[in-house]
Nanobody
Framework: QVQLVESGGGLVQARGSLRLSCAASGRTFRRYAMAWVRHAPGKERKFVAAINQSGSSTHYTDAVQGRFTISRDNAKNTVHLQMNSLKPEDTAVYYC?????????????WGQGIQVTVSS
């Protein structure tokens, strides 16, 4: 089992940048693929990005490709989401998630979520 805690959210102007971090507890972090998923008001929860256990493979939804970068540090039990060129439509609660496969699929463990607001 793993516990996940997100940080780094906040309010930013359009075209700005934010870096989200997710700290994982436990010694099994490196066994999990990690992902970021977002949920905007009135919309369905959507996959954003994922990274495999070793960090050698990443996946992105088309809406963030080229603007967001997911990375992980297995020595520090952390995963990051660098978000550049932010748009108002990126506004959402962002969740860190852990599971077996990296991609737009189901995940087993979730953080509490963190708000990201992009103003126009």
């Amino acid at each position: 089992q793993v516990q996940l805690v997100e940080s780094g959210g906040g309010l930013v102007q359009a075209r700005g940048s934010l870096r989200l971090s997710c700290a994982a507890s436990g010694r099994t972090f490196r066994r999990y693929a990690m992902a970021w998923v977002r949920h905007a008001p009135g919309k369905e929860r959507k996959f954003v990005a994922a990274i495999n256990q070793s960090g050698s493979s990443t996946h992105y939804t088309d809406a963030v490709q080229g603007r967001f970068t997911i990375s992980r540090d297995n020595a520090k039990n952390t995963v990051h989401l660098q978000m550049n060129s932010l748009k108002p439509e990126d506004t959402a609660v962002y969740y860190c998630a852990a599971g077996n496969l990296a991609g737009p699929n189901e995940y087993d463990y979730w953080g509490q979520g963190i708000q990201v607001t992009v103003s126009s």
